[in-house]
């Protein structure tokens, strides 16, 4: 089969229908959306509810139980995980990889809807689907030294909101902090019982009054007239003016039993920014937002916006995810391009002509710009994954070009008069190992669509780029190639090549070693020997992570202090810790959020979360910066418990389940023993090397009053129950009846007691209520109120209560960390009867990852090995290749070794590469031997003789790629950061794999003949 002479009849239509993909590269190249990681759907979804105050155990049996139960009836339901609090629970709901999510969430609020008549009608559940799109993109905190906080909320909610949600790709903009204004009507409680009114009664005349109602149409004088009932609320003086009752025919105002004053509604949330009391502004994308554009879309839209922003305002962006875009989408675009010079330049030393260099070198460009083109067409964005893809196959997609092209140069020295017959007759005898090679490698990716997991979601998009772009390479080097060749390269070229070729000073040492081993085959014996018990011992000793470490340029601290501690005294305790952070020099700007967290968590006042954003140019490495800040934290603190962790990889840790590296679940029925358990578990595992920021699991709610009336007394008195729970609410929290409308907002009305009630449990106990019969009593004469010193939160695993111990790793790998963390307990830790433990975590992640991926190598091993068989139509040989793959290990393992790079999901990928790569290059020798053998050559001559001939292009490619790789392979940049490990996984594969192609297959190949 020869395809050379179709496509010199149709020369012009395949030139231009390059030349058109090319452009449609270019425009692809442009507007694409550009992320940070690829669109995935992780198959999780959290539910939270909230009930009020209600104690945890109640909240347990009145909604968790019943919803996770509810829950687990799903289809595709792998995993029910819950936290209930008091007033609250957060379940979440891990389904399996590949379930539409979509869809489940439909049947997951159907089945929550089915018994929503069985849970308490008061509580409110919000089920929300979990992506990486969830995490704001963008950050801007506003702050005023002479602005209130009510002005700066204002500010933000209905003047830059609305404008920043007309942006393509805003999904929503979220306002946190700042305060809410709200009018408070303070009841004097010594007037009301002097009017023997309640506060209730105040409430309801409030609401009765400050209304807008239409009674109805009238129609008259040819008119059709709306009739309303206006009474609104215009001013303080029109609240004060409200007649609560007539007593004797005589009105009684609001201003005789209370006063009315603008005040501030209680907030119990505290947000800074860069030390200050701020407003935050979240931006989140969709989806299929491009991270690049929105940001560049909102930072011209707030320069816009300069001149309705009142002085003494400032706006700044405490963060932006566009930054580690650019900075990963140039450092890999940067790694691409020096990676192609390099390439060039390896051809231009070893083929010695620009023209050839030119048609070889060609193919790169064309073959990028196609594979954006297709990346558009499989709706994929420009993203590490992608980049990266594009980055690795550089030095993979000029292969088939330089065989093609070289192999020309041998047929026109074997006698080919013109450079078409040369050209056909290369294609002609090279086609069917071009295509096997290069399905060798192209295949290797096709196990990648059936891997679940994270890494899955991850891989799919790099794999599908690199098959991509090899098969993009292929066509071009099979058409386009050859015509270029034809049309630039003269015959001189060839001539002055071919007299070069046989005057190869190393060539002929080549042939002589090769002589040499072939003679004396049992050498190679040892060799392979030590090879693979070598690679073994490195790979045991290699420590293994989940995914490649990267500075991000921001990290997340997030803090609990002790249980019960007012949100005040936290606040007290984290300005200290604010003081620190603008110590450290890398420090650029921060934002802190207390009683709300960035995630989707239940939050308690006296926890939360910092984003701190460091420098773009500075000296230290993230880590550096997290130790120093930990070690100075914990000094000072020492009462705060704290977390770190980079930005983008806590959001993969939370959108899966848990970001911590560490995680052990204590199993048990009995709460207090596991929780015991799980404080031993974390004293042992603080001791490990190694391990920092351990938490036991136990976390306990503040204290609380508990009012438990006497229903006896109560029942005397004329009320039930919820007549007293509502008057009490009325008294200390407020009840807020109705609204006053100030332009677009509207300002509650909210109606208490004093302070001095709220504040002292005495006070409380001496409220005067006055009873539907007319009687008046103390609250202390109708109830108890007893002190509950704090009640911990309830962990369930698939119905099964536990508690997580947690820890994050610094300074050491995760793989021996947890080996460490084993012994350790092993040693030192007897479990009660009835009490078990799991590992979880990011090392659970990464050991489902692993097994994933040994899956994929082992597909990917049978399908290489099934196309080597169709093409040479043995076993031995496809084998032998397989054999040359995995000796090629020990340099994989090597070079991470040196290198101190990790054996992650990363570098696994470069691993499975190798197998393909190696079938690659292995075909053309094996092709080269069949063909000399059939020419009448002897075993030895055929052998050596196929050597020589793929000695140049073997050292060529293998060059080409090692260069091409190099920028990667460096690290130079957060998205290369992301591609190192695979990058020198390839660069030591291929390095050694060269060398045992050239010396140790043959020898394989003769042993085997003989």
Known sequence: MNIFPFAERHAKAIIFGIALLFLAGIYASINLPVAIFPNIDFPRIVVLVDNGEQPAQQVMITLTKPLEEAIRAVPGVRDVRSTTARGSAEISINFDWGTDIIQAQQLLLAQISSIRNQLPSSANIQVERMNATFFPIMGYEITSDTHSQVELKDLALYTIRPILSRIKGISQVVVVGGRTREFLVTVNPLKLASYHLSIQQVSDAIKNTNIVSSVGYMDENYHLYLTLVDDMYKTIDNIDSTVIATQNSTPIYLSDVASVTPSLKDEYIRVTGDGKPAVLINIVRQPDGNTVQIAKDVKTALDNLKSQIPSGISIKNYYDQSDLVIGSFGSVRDSIGIGVLFAIIVLLIFLRNWRVTFVAAVIIPATVSITAALLMVTNQTLNMMTLGGIAAAIGLIIDDTIVIIENVFRHFGHGHEKISHAISASIKEMLPAVIGS????????????????????????????????????????????????????????????????????????????????????????????????????????????????????????????????????????????????????EVDTYSRRTGTQMGFFITEPNSGDYLIKLKANRTRSIDEVINELRQKVEASEPALQIDFGQAMQDLIGDLTSVPSPVEIKVFGENKEIIQSEAKKIAGLIANVRGVVDVYNGVTISGPAYIIRVNQEAAGRAGFTVSDLQQVIYNYVHGDIPTSVQSGEKLIGIRIRYPDEYRDNIDKLKTIRIVSPNGGSYLLGSLADITVDPGQS????????????????????????????????????????????????????????????????LLAASLLVILVLVIEFESFFLPLAIYLVALLSLFGVFLALWITNISFNITSFMGAIMMVGIVAENSIFLVHYFIKFQKEGMSLKEAIVEAGAVRFRPIIMTALAAILALMPLALGIGAGAQMQQPLAIAVIGGFSLSSLLLLFILPVLIVKYKK
């Not at 997580?804 to 007897?830: P, Q, Y």
């Open 793 to 856: 939160e309830i962990d369930r695993e698939n119905l099964k209560q536990m508690v997580a111990v947690t820890a994050r790793i610094s300074g050491r790998d995760l793989g021996s960390t947890i080996g460490a963390i084993k012994s350790e307990l092993k040693k030192n830790l007897v479990l009660p009867q009835g009490v078990s433990i799991s590992y979880g975590g990011i090392y659970k992640t990464q050991q489902e990852s692993f097994y994933g991926l040994l899956m994929v």
């Open 438 to 585: 290069s399905s060798s490698t192209i295949i290797i990716f096709l196990p990648f669509a059936f891997l679940s997991g994270v890494t899955g979601a991850f891989f799919k998009s790099l794999s599908l780029t690199m098959a991509l772009a090899l098969i993009v390479s292929l066509v071009l080097s099979l058409l386009f190639a050859p015509l270029l060749a034809s049309k630039i390269i003269h015959e001189k070229d060839f001539q002055k090549e071919a007299e070069s070729e046989s005057s190869g000073r190393i060539l002929l040492l080549y042939k002589k070693f090769l002589s040499f081993l072939v003679e004396r085959r049992w050498i190679v014996l040892p060799v392979i020997f030590l090879l693979l018990v070598s690679g073994y011992y490195i790979y045991s000793h290699l420590g293994s992570e989940f995914m490649p470490k990267m500075d991000e340029g921001a990290f997340v601290m997030d803090y609990v202090a002790p249980f019960g501690t007012s949100l005040n005294e936290t606040n007290r305790m984290l300005m200290h810790v604010e003081k620190i952070i603008m110590s450290i020099p």
